[in-house]
């Protein structure tokens, strides 16, 4: 069975331990591959390699560093078929969707930022003629980087790329249930020529490996995108570190369609955000609200066009809905259900484990649930399910429905359908989301800030955000 290897001062080795930990199959439900068991001692290396390493990528001229992130760049576009496969391979997700989205963007993720570091400037002020103050922008040091399962090469680029862009170098921990894209980048950073110690990858579980990175105290930054609660025990350590932090949390999104909505566009995109990737998209709008003049017209499409999504086997092109991230969280999903049941609602469709045959006869498969007769307050729509789920409710009044779409503790994403421009602006501004898509959904220009308010996280990343996350910047001030 093959072996993953963790990359350390630009080699691929195993773990001090000799310890590997099963990495499955989600579609199959068995073990095809070991990842390796890392603990504070390996991190302890890769932060000792990323240091020695840290003077001269930091001192390389920035469109040298850049050459190198494109050459990757172009790496991942050369062994795209290769990529999309073994993520969904590990991760379930559909082929079709690893090809349209996850691997394409991670490539686009390091030509962003390969060349948005060459036009980082920074500010100059003068003091009439007393002075002038320059921003001095300079990379942190070593930043620790650790992403979350549901996109998994698409999130780990969006985090390294900045920060090697900006002159760090990178400890980085992906998902220990997805690890097997960043392995095969690690390959792609040889080939490329990226100098030793630069990126580091230590796979390994949440609480040993991942804890190691946040807790060492030579790395000055940590990104880190996943769980509310995962995100709270890092800051619990990582503060009184003084550390760096940016933290991307989860979602409970309203998706709020009201009845001058251009109702084919909402309806098929609908479809889109709420059940794409399984539903294990932090921005996918769990919560639909519905102008009640159309409720009834839409849910009943809605509930016509789920029926008709594909759940299979994910190599399979037709399939629109493949295998949950594990038989952990598909028994959570299922939980999920059966406490909306609980609190009153009622399951319109879907909500059912699916048994396949063949190969995918051990997956982890669920039909795509839409739930209704639930109000806002209860638990199944205020806490984050991140599976094939969505709760659908009608409104009357703007105010309600802001109050309504407000009224959880997470505030990551929102979108909204109106062909009222000064309704989508006014709605825009008063829900507490930071990200508003208006009568689109995961449009994504790199450039604009991406991030959460509440407990969806703190600071931003995207565009110029992410570059001056992973700088300090030092006020010059020369006396004239
Ligand atoms: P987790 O919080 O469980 O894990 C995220 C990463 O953190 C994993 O690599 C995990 O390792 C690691 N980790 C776990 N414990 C620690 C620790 N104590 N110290 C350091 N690292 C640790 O999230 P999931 O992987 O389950 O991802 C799903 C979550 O991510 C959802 O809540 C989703 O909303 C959120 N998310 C947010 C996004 C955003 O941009 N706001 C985007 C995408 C997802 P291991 O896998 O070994 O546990």
Redesign the pocket.
């Known amino acids: 069975m093959q072996k993953l290897a963790n990359y350390i001062d630009g080699e691929l080795i195993a773990p001090l331990s000799g310890n590997y930990i099963d990495n499955y199959n989600p579609a199959e439900g068995r073990v095809y591959s070991m990842l390796p068991d890392s603990g504070t001692e390996d991190v302890r290396v890769a932060v000792d390699a990323a240091t020695r390493a840290f003077p001269a990528w930091s001192a390389m001229p920035v469109d040298k560093r850049s050459a190198l992130l494109l050459k990757i760049a172009d790496l991942i576009d050369r062994d795209l078929d290769k990529l999309v496969r073994a993520e969904s391979t590990d991760s379930g997700k559909p082929l079709a969707q690893a090809r349209r989205l996850d691997i394409p963007r991670a490539a686009a993720n390091m030509r962003f930022f390969a060349t948005g570091a060459i036009h980082f400037s920074s500010e100059a002020h003068v003091t009439g003629s007393d002075a002038v103050n320059y921003t001095l922008r300079t990379p942190v040091g070593v930043a620790g980087c ?6 998994p090469l698409y ?1 780990f680029t969006w985090k390294i790329a900045p920060a090697l862009a900006a002159g760090c170098t990178v400890v980085a ?5 997805t690890p097997m894209t960043a392995f095969l980048f690690s390959q792609l950073c040889i080939e490329a020529g990226l100098p030793k110690g630069v990126l580091n990858i230590v796979h ?4 040993k490996a ?2 190691g ?2 807790e060492h105290p030579h790395v000055s930054a940590i990104s ?5 609660v ?1 995100g709270k ?2 800051a619990s350590t990582a503060a009184p570190m003084l550390k760096k932090l940016s933290l ?4 409970k999104n309203p998706n709020v369609i009201f009845a001058d909505c251009d109702f084919d566009k909402a309806l098929e995109t609908t479809i889109e955000s709420s059940f794409s990737n399984q539903g294990e998209i ?1 921005l996918c709008g769990s919560r639909i609200f519905v102008e009640r003049a159309i409720y009834e017209r839409f849910l009943e499409q809605l509930i016509k066009r789920t029926r008709s999504l594909v759940v299979g086997d994910p190599l399979e092109e037709k399939t629109n809905i493949g295998a949950l991230i594990s038989g952990a969280h598909m028994k959570k999903v299922l939980g999920y259900i059966t406490l909306a049941r609980e609190e009153g609602g009622e399951v319109l469709t879907g909500g059912k484990p699916v048994k396949l045959s063949g190969r995918c006869q051990m997956g982890y498969f669920v039909e795509p649930a839409i739930i209704a007769g639930l109000g806002p307050d209860c638990r199944t729509n205020q806490e ?1 399910i ?1 599976g094939p789920v969505v709760t659908v409710m009608p409104f009357d009044t703007e105010e309600e429905v802001i109050a309504a779409a407000n009224s959880t503790n997470y505030g ?1 994403s929102a979108t909204v359908w109106t062909e009222n421009l000064k309704r989508a602006h006014r709605v825009a501004a008063h829900l507490k989301s930071g990200i508003i898509w208006v009568n689109c959904w995961l449009f994504r220009d790199l450039r604009t800030p991406f991030g ?1 308010m509440k407990q ?2 703190v600071g931003r990343e995207g565009g110029w955000e992410a570059l001056r996350f992973f700088t300090e910047a030092k006020n010059v001030c020369v006396r004239l």
């Open positions: 650790i992403s979350p399962w549901n996109l999130l921990k992906p998902s220990e249930l390994g579980l949440g609480n991942g804890q990175i946040v880190f995108t996943g769980g509310t995962t025990r890092i991307e949390l989860g979602g932090c984050e991140f990551l959460g969806s996280g």
